[in-house]
């Protein structure tokens, strides 16, 4: 944690703190400033542990249009209203988060077994199991999903079977 961890904590107007009191585990600390805030400290601090067994790192990612920040770290997802400073979901993935993929209006999250889909709301379309060595490739509304040497086309706004 930052020496100066607990001034960010006195100046935030915004903190969610996860599971930091956990022995196991590695910190995830990320500040936040507000451009037009009239204050020389972030106004959202957001701190957790999570677990890192297979030695990936956390991501984050953020829509300015919409004010949500999204952030995969370890199986954990969570999701923030940064504008209205509170979180609007947590959420876990299979095994191991990879990491974070803006593709129009669609938010794309690889994980070690699993891809998934949101909007830039924060609303969870779909996501669907995925077994190494997987991949994926976005043309306009659809990916191309390739599992282990098979592709399959899905329309990225449910899912679905695209032809």
């Not at 984050?60 to 919409?66: A, D, N, Q, S």
């Not at 947590?90 to 803006?102: A, G, K, P, Q, T």
Request: a negative charge; aromatic letters at 12%; hydrophobic letters at 40%.
């Amino acid at each position: 944690m930052p020496d100066l961890y607990p001034d960010y904590l006195k100046h935030a107007r915004f903190i969610d703190q996860i599971d930091i009191h956990n022995p196991a585990g590695q910190f995830f600390f990320l500040a936040i400033s507000n451009v037009e805030a009239a204050s020389d400290w972030p106004s959202t601090v957001i701190v957790q542990k999570y677990q890192n067994e297979w030695g990936a790192t956390p991501g984050i990612l953020i829509v300015p249009e919409t004010n949500i920040l999204f952030i995969g770290a370890g199986d954990r997802l969570l999701c923030y209203d940064i504008g209205k400073q509170k979180r609007l979901w947590e959420d876990s993935c299979d095994l191991c988060f990879w990491e974070l993929h803006r593709s129009g209006p669609y938010v794309l999250m690889s994980a070690e077994l699993e891809f998934g889909v949101w909007t830039i709301e924060g609303e969870k379309l779909w996501s669907t199991f995925v077994e190494p060595p997987w991949s994926y490739k976005v043309s306009g509304d659809i990916v191309a999903l390739d599992v282990m040497g098979n592709t399959r086309l899905l329309n990225l706004s449910d899912g679905s079977s695209a032809k």
